[in-house]
């Protein structure tokens, strides 16, 4: 009998074991920078560049957690090493806009001072993005067409209050990279068509977005409640422990571009125990709905240089207070168990 019993209570600590690990999970969850992720009809879609496997790369998963394992899937290359967008491809975004898809990215010939914002389109119309190619801008390769010629990276496109459509990115006064950067927002006819000029929301003027240099980038615009934020990263990303996440928040009913309606806050979320340098921030809904996680980048050690060369991709649960405006807490320190996303099926 005392056989039988001590049987029973292995197996029962066994299996309790294996559920406490399958219900939690660790940071960092897998290698890369510049994280986005989009939930449409209950998939979540990463998408990243320079994956091995083409230019623009998309992963594909029912969990959030499954994203960490899933197989890259190229679904673009560029066409010649000369074209203005084939070189430092950085930061594209999967975009799902009137039931088609787009990726926004900057891109280069070579040189930095080159950068500009372009498109991708897709044919696909179904819940999948499937290829994509240089959408039709009116310039080549997709560039979208700005009010003037200036250096800018990290496009992203969001809804606002009103209804329409805006491009939110960093820019600065340039067409070369001459610091400071800022961030910038113009609105949109439709995907791919820019329908006003460019207006100057923000410059860093805060010493954590000054960290070695003057820089807000990263952008990232959403509506909630009524109301529209951005989130921006700021400081100098190649410094290991400079880079924190700002947020800017349009008073309610001002128009989006009316620069004097936004005001800044920050950091809303900065290095803390053995994280450094947090940002690129993008929230996401746990599969039920039930829970909102922050996806982000940082580095573990101060010794990488530069510092976005170890980079590696975190998430943990956030939420939005009464207003809409996101509260993120302080980052997670690697290896610190977390619970699983809400309705989370690996």
């Known amino acids: ?25 660790t940071n960092p969850v897998f290698r890369g920078q510049d994280p986005w992720v989009t939930c449409v009809d209950g998939t979540y879609y990463y998408s990243g560049s320079h994956c091995g496997v083409a230019d623009i790369c998309v992963k594909t ?3 959030l957690s499954g994203l960490a394992k899933a197989p890259w899937i190229g679904v673009w290359t560029h066409s ?18 009137n039931g088609r898809w787009y990726i926004y990215y900057a891109a280069d010939d070579g040189d930095n001072n080159h950068h500009r914002l372009f498109v991708l ?32 990276i ?19 006064n340039f067409a070369d990279a001459t610091f400071p950067q800022r961030i910038c927002l113009a609105p949109m006819r439709d995907a791919v068509t820019v329908a006003g000029p460019i207006v100057y929301l923000s410059t860093p003027d805060q010493a954590w977005e000054t960290r070695d240099k003057p820089i807000q980038e990263g952008p990232v615009g959403y509506t909630r409640h009524g109301r529209n934020y951005i989130t921006y990263s700021g400081s100098a990303s190649w410094i290991p ?40 921030v993008v929230f996401v809904p746990s599969p039920d709905g039930r829970e909102y996680w922050n996806v ?15 980079r590696d991709i975190r998430m943990q649960p956030m939420h ?27």
């Open 154 to 172: 990290d496009p992203d496109v969001f809804t606002a209050a009103d209804g329409r459509l805006y491009l939110t990115w960093s820019c600065t």
């Open 61 to 63: 998963s029912r969990s």
């Open 296 to 310: 982000y980048h940082a580095i573990d050690r101060l010794t990488c240089k530069p510092a976005y060369a170890c």
């Open 80 to 97: 010649h090493a000369s074209d203005p967008n084939a070189h430092e491809i950085w930061a594209p975004e999967l975009h799902r806009v």
């Open 241 to 280: 422990n400079d880079y924190a996440v700002g947020l800017l928040t349009l008073q309610p009913g001002a128009n989006p571009l009316d620069a004097s309606a936004w005001k800044k806050t920050g950091p809303i979320f900065d290095h803390h125990g053995k994280v450094y340098g947090p940002g690129s």
């Open 121 to 152: 389109s897709s044919g696909s119309t179904g819940s999948g993005p499937g290829m994509f190619h240089e959408a039709n801008t009116g310039l080549p390769h997709g560039q979208l067409h700005l009010s003037s010629d200036r250096w800018g």
């Open 1 to 25: 009998m005392k056989h039988i019993i001590a049987c029973i209570l292995t197996l029962a600590t066994s299996l309790l074991m294996q559920t406490c690990m399958a219900a939690t999970f």
């Open 320 to 346: 939005f207070d009464a207003q809409g405006a996101p509260v993120l807490g302080v980052p997670v320190d690697p290896g610190v168990p977390l619970p699983m996303p809400s309705g989370d099926k690996r």
